[in-house]
């Protein structure tokens, strides 16, 4: 079976607006959240399970999927702006 990753967005009572969560082989490795702004994007790096000690990937694909991630994270804050107001 194939490994691939995964962006989901969703709500995380930490922060204020939504967040978007990457997974890898159904192990979430990243969570990106944009309670600082549009430009000021942050990446919470996750540990890895037990029983996995180490998760490797094409750095070509790991940074395609970053660059989808932001897209979608800075998506989602346009859309909380826009229900300001």
Excluded: H, W
């Excluded at 979430?28 to 996750?46: F, Q, T, V």
Aim: glycine share 4%; charged share 35%; with cysteine.
């Amino acid at each position: 079976m194939k490994k691939t990753f995964l962006i989901e967005t969703c709500s995380d009572l930490n922060y204020e607006g939504m967040v978007v969560d990457i997974t890898f082989d159904n192990q979430r490795i990243a969570m990106i959240n944009y309670d600082k702004g549009i430009d000021n994007l942050e990446i919470e790096i996750l540990p890895f399970g037990e029983e996995q000690s180490k998760c490797v990937f094409p750095l070509k694909d790991f940074l395609e999927i970053l660059e989808k991630a932001k897209e979608i994270a800075i998506q989602c804050a346009k859309e909380d702006e826009e229900k300001r107001y």
